[in-house]
């Protein structure tokens, strides 16, 4: 029996996953991530590397990055510590659900993870100061391929769980191009 269960979100293919805690008097255990049980629920990757990030302050959005072929990513996501608000855009040109959004909150708390396949835009939200958030990647960072679209495109309209003012952004992050400015290398 799986010790992990997958809950698709509004867009094929972006996972929403829950793994079994185990608590008891000195705290908690459970499994973060198992290729054998991850496979048998659809996700078959190799995960090459591992990222983390700590964001200071509430507000703090990075993203949306992804890579362009002939190095995209898929990416494995969980919060060590603190909670997110985490987003993925579907970036494939031809896909029913091209340039729609779909998002969940993870916590460090619950231990829940999204699953961001290849050809989609990835970013996130903190919800509180100090969050730490750690990724899992099926390619090496490449940055000849490292690619991104504005956080704020009205065209993808996502509904961010804070005011545009509150934005605390990466002076890379607020210079990206809008999805209609992006020729698209990602096929359906």
């Keep these: 029996m799986s010790k992990f ?19 008891d008097p000195r705290g908690y255990f459970m499994e973060n991530y198992s290729r054998r049980d991850y496979s048998a629920l659809g996700i078959d990757c190799e995960f090459v590397q591992d990222n983390q990030s700590m ?13 362009t072929p002939p190095e995209p990513q898929a990416k494995l996501v969980r919060v060590l510590k603190g909670s997110i608000f985490d987003v993925a855009v579907d970036i494939r040109r031809g896909s029913p659900t091209y340039g729609r959004w779909c ?9 829940n993870q999204l699953f961001v396949p290849r050809g989609f835009a990835h970013a996130f939200c903190t919800l509180e100061p100090d969050t730490e958030v750690v990724y899992k990647v099926d390619s090496y960072y490449a940055p000849a391929y490292d690619a991104g679209i504005i956080w704020n495109d009205p065209d993808i309209g996502i509904e961010w769980p804070i005011a545009p003012n509150e934005a605390v952004l990466s002076a890379k992050d607020t210079k990206l191009p809008r999805l209609t400015e992006f020729d698209s290398p990602f096929r359906y």
């Design 55 to 67: 964001s200071k302050q509430r507000g703090t959005i990075r993203g949306l990055h992804f890579q």
């Design 5 to 23: 269960s997958a809950v698709p979100l509004a867009i094929l293919g972006v996972l929403h996953i829950k793994g079994q805690k185990f608590q």
């Design 103 to 111: 998002a969940i909150t993870l916590t460090a708390e619950l231990g």
